[in-house]
């Protein structure tokens, strides 16, 4: 048990909690239609550089909970069908551990323990374990379950969490930004968006769903988190400043669309195709209405969609196709799971997924130092793609990431296309080094 009394100074009373049933966004839809309430959840873990009171912590995760209506959300399945509902604000559940560990594999221990005690039917679903170990560093795990929060709600949650906990280390009242539009605002308007004006987005996305053809396998049969295996390519922080600095002069790209140009045509001549579909992550946070602002909603906002990626048979022309290919995706692809769950599209199951993390200069800052991030499932639990592809950035290095099957791809074959991946980008860079004072406004625009 944890030795802290749960009083402390509250906060000033805020508006009524959000109440009553929420529509499923379609990610949700998709993760627990595959695998039910199973856990699935985004984890930090942190090294503490200071002394955090238990006690304060505590009642910060609380306020987090206060705060952020999501963390609130309770699933069920009813005849097949899953629903969502907000939970009575009570307090009820302890939010803070406090465990010791031996070595590094009671820590591996510890944390799988932590993962599997948050429950979408019942709640929690965020907690945090102080993990402590004798001469060494406390380390500081969060996990919330991915349902109610994607990658981009981490940095809300993080910056409350700290906030809140600063307030009352000076016995002050908790007192957080002010919120954006609730979850179940958010996917209420969306719900009604998709019955009206996202149906003109239907043939676009036809289209994108016929383009997508098969890769070469070596097997189709749905792989298990437990057969994932993952290698990484990290470029040197100044050839990546000087790529970015270089494709932004001459083409106006942005980091995202110059690795998807390499890997497009890295994947188009490995698989002998003239074009390659990948699935591609967005946020979700789009402006499409005036008067409901999602920019720090916590959630699963983010949308998932395909996308037809066709290079050209030289470097410059690929370098504007793909970028004019990515920028014709209207609001950040969020029509199309939309669409999909009411029944206007098909759903085509993805064999590539790429997600490019945007920097987050505010992570490892104040009394957190990180050491690793990600997401926690169980052996069996279902891969999302045969190859899921995480990119971004680390300070100014970037890096892209390979999570695969070891029942769909021979690690060789990878290993050799990170390869021609690095090749490309080195000639894009040279390329774009070389262009940027020569070509005409049109490919500058």
């Given at each position: 048990?944890?030795?802290y009394?749960?009083?402390?100074p509250?906060?000033?009373?805020?508006?009524?909690?959000?109440?009553?049933?929420?529509?499923?966004?379609?990610?949700?839809?998709?993760?627990?239609?595959?695998?039910?309430?199973?856990?699935?959840?985004?984890?930090?873990?942190?090294?503490?550089?200071?002394?955090?009171e238990?006690g304060?912590?505590?009642?910060?995760?609380?306020?987090?909970?206060?705060?952020?209506?999501?963390?609130?959300?309770?699933?069920?399945e009813?005849?097949?069908?899953?629903?969502q509902w907000?939970?009575?604000?009570?307090?009820?559940?302890?939010?803070?551990?406090?465990?010791?560990?031996?070595?590094?594999?009671?820590?591996?221990?510890?944390a799988?323990?932590?993962?599997?005690?948050l429950?979408?039917?019942?709640?929690?679903?965020l907690?945090?374990?102080?993990?402590?170990?004798?001469?060494?560093?406390?380390r500081?795990?969060?996990?919330?379950?991915?349902?109610?929060?994607d990658?981009?709600?981490?940095?809300?949650?993080?910056e409350?969490?700290?906030a809140?906990?600063?307030?009352?280390?000076?016995?002050r009242?908790?007192a957080l930004?002010?919120?954006?539009?609730?979850?179940?605002?958010?996917?209420?308007?969306?719900?009604?968006?998709?019955?009206?004006?996202?149906?003109?987005?239907?043939?676009f996305?036809?289209?994108?769903?016929?383009?997508?053809?098969?890769l070469?396998?070596?097997?189709?049969?749905?792989?298990?988190?437990?057969?994932?295996r993952?290698?990484?390519?990290?470029?040197?922080?100044?050839f990546?400043?000087e790529?970015?600095?270089?494709?932004?002069?001459?083409?106006?790209?942005?980091?995202?669309?110059v690795?998807l140009?390499a890997?497009?045509?890295v994947?188009?001549?490995?698989?002998?195709?003239?074009?390659?579909?990948?699935?591609?992550?967005?946020?979700?946070?789009?402006?499409?209405?005036?008067?409901?602002?999602p920019d720090?909603?916590?959630?699963?906002?983010?949308?998932?969609?395909?996308l037809?990626?066709?290079?050209?048979?030289?470097?410059?022309?690929?370098?504007?196709?793909?970028?004019?290919?990515?920028?014709?995706?209207?609001?950040?692809g969020?029509?199309?799971?939309?669409?999909?769950?009411?029944?206007?599209?098909?759903?085509?199951?993805?064999?590539?997924?790429?997600?490019?993390?945007?920097?987050?200069?505010?992570?490892?800052?104040?009394p957190?130092?990180?050491?690793?991030?990600?997401?926690?499932?169980?052996?069996d639990?279902?891969?999302?793609?045969?190859?899921?592809?995480?990119?971004?950035?680390?300070?100014?290095?970037l890096?892209?990431?390979?999570?695969?099957?070891?029942s769909q791809w021979q690690?060789p074959?990878?290993?050799?296309?990170?390869?021609?991946?690095q090749?490309?980008?080195?000639?894009?860079?040279?390329h774009?080094?070389?262009?940027?004072?020569?070509?005409s406004?049109?490919?500058?625009?």
């Amino acid at each position: 048990m944890n030795a802290y009394s749960p009083l402390s100074p509250l906060s000033p009373a805020g508006p009524e909690p959000v109440m009553g049933a929420v529509p499923l966004l379609p990610l949700q839809a998709r993760l627990l239609e595959r695998q039910g309430a199973a856990p699935c959840n985004r984890y930090l873990l942190f090294e503490l550089t200071e002394a955090l009171e238990p006690g304060l912590l505590e009642q910060a995760l609380q306020a987090l909970v206060t705060q952020h209506d999501a963390l609130r959300l309770r699933f069920a399945e009813e005849d097949g069908v899953w629903r969502q509902w907000y939970g009575e604000p009570d307090g009820r559940h302890e939010l803070l551990w406090l465990r010791a560990a031996d070595d590094e594999a009671g820590i591996a221990a510890l944390a799988a323990e932590v993962q599997r005690g948050l429950d979408p039917r019942s709640g929690p679903l965020l907690r945090a374990c102080r993990l402590s170990r004798a001469g060494r560093a406390d380390r500081l795990l969060l996990v919330v379950h991915q349902l109610v929060a994607d990658g981009l709600s981490w940095r809300w949650l993080l910056e409350d969490l700290l906030a809140a906990y600063r307030q009352l280390a000076t016995g002050r009242c908790v007192a957080l930004p002010a919120k954006s539009a609730s979850f179940k605002a958010w996917a209420e308007r969306l719900h009604d968006w998709a019955a009206g004006p996202a149906r003109a987005q239907r043939a676009f996305w036809r289209a994108q769903e016929r383009a997508c053809s098969q890769l070469p396998l070596l097997s189709r049969e749905p792989a298990c988190e437990g057969q994932r295996r993952h290698l990484e390519l990290i470029l040197p922080a100044d050839f990546s400043r000087e790529l970015l600095q270089a494709a932004r002069q001459a083409y106006r790209l942005r980091a995202d669309e110059v690795l998807l140009t390499a890997l497009s045509r890295v994947l188009c001549a490995w698989s002998e195709q003239c074009c390659v579909c990948l699935h591609l992550q967005g946020h979700g946070r789009m402006p499409l209405f005036d008067d409901l602002d999602p920019d720090r909603t916590v959630g699963w906002l983010s949308s998932l969609y395909p996308l037809r990626l066709q290079p050209a048979a030289d470097l410059p022309g690929s370098l504007e196709a793909i970028r004019e290919q990515l920028r014709a995706v209207d609001d950040g692809g969020l029509a199309y799971g939309l669409l999909c769950r009411r029944g206007e599209l098909a759903g085509v199951a993805p064999q590539v997924l790429f997600d490019y993390r945007e920097p987050d200069e505010d992570e490892g800052t104040g009394p957190l130092r990180l050491l690793d991030a990600g997401l926690w499932r169980e052996a069996d639990a279902p891969l999302d793609a045969p190859l899921c592809i995480a990119a971004g950035q680390r300070g100014d290095a970037l890096y892209l990431r390979f999570d695969f099957s070891s029942s769909q791809w021979q690690r060789p074959t990878l290993e050799g296309l990170l390869q021609r991946l690095q090749d490309e980008l080195r000639a894009i860079r040279a390329h774009c080094a070389h262009a940027s004072g020569s070509l005409s406004p049109r490919r500058r625009a």
